[in-house]
């Protein structure tokens, strides 16, 4: 089983809501990823945990915030979006964040900011 | 840092072979990843390289020359559902991050 799973799959926020995107994997994967992805451009990466503590920020806009509960569960919790920050957000996860693991993708939340 | 090089599009027609090209440079060499996206989808894990020659998994072959800097995906027997973009993606070894950094993608479109 390589699966990933992200909900919701579709978000239309404004920009003075407060929203969540939740990613799931039961591979028993210890690295997990946030990425952005803007139409016709490649996944830009945000953030990455290992082993449940966040490693590294992209120098990521506080306005979105990442958190990890578990090492099954990532979260990105999103406030006072602007609409650029409209993309496809995708979870990804992988065995750990050493130089074999393969990342597994999962199918994303497209998010609208109005 | 990396710097990936892939084409822009590339059209071909159904049942033919088509071969997209992936040009790196990298400080540190950790492999290189294919990737297929549809579009609106999320990327699907295809291919890894990591020493010089070819990969075989069924209609998908990878190549990889290190020392050239140099990947190319090949897909044999075009099927219009290959439509897709396909992103090369390279990992690196810079300040101990293994993260891949990936190209801008091919759009393949293959028409009947």
């Known amino acids: 089983d390589t699966e990933v799973t992200q909900t919701p799959k579709h978000l239309v926020m404004g920009m003075t809501n407060k929203k969540s995107l939740k990613c799931e994997q039961h591979m028993g994967h210890r690295a997990m990823y946030w990425y952005k992805q803007k139409a016709k451009k490649p996944p830009e990466l945000m953030f990455v945990?290992?082993?449940?503590?966040?490693?590294i920020n992209e120098s990521v806009p506080s306005r979105f915030s990442p958190e990890c509960p578990n090492s099954s569960l990532l979260n990105l919790h999103l406030h006072a979006l602007q609409p650029e920050d409209s993309a496809l957000y995708l979870c990804?996860?992988?065995?750990?964040?050493?130089?074999?693991?393969?990342?597994?993708f999962g199918p994303g939340t497209r998010l609208t900011v109005l | 840092g990396q710097n990936i090089d892939q084409p822009t599009e590339m059209t071909a027609t159904e049942g033919a072979i088509v071969q997209i090209n992936c040009t790196y440079q990298t400080s540190g060499f950790n492999g290189l990843f294919w990737y297929q996206q549809h579009a609106g989808e999320a990327p699907t894990f295809l291919s890894y390289n990591v020493l010089d020659g070819l990969e075989e998994k069924g209609r998908f072959s990878s190549f990889l020359s290190r020392s050239k800097g140099y990947s190319y995906l090949l897909l044999k027997e075009l099927q219009m559902k290959d439509s897709a973009s396909y992103l090369c993606a390279v990992r690196g070894a810079s300040g101990g991050s293994y993260i891949p950094t990936f190209g801008r993608g091919t759009s393949l479109i293959v028409h009947p």
């Open positions: 990804a996860s992988s065995q750990g964040s050493g130089s074999t693991d393969t990342q597994y």
């Open positions: 945990y290992s082993y449940e503590k966040l490693s």
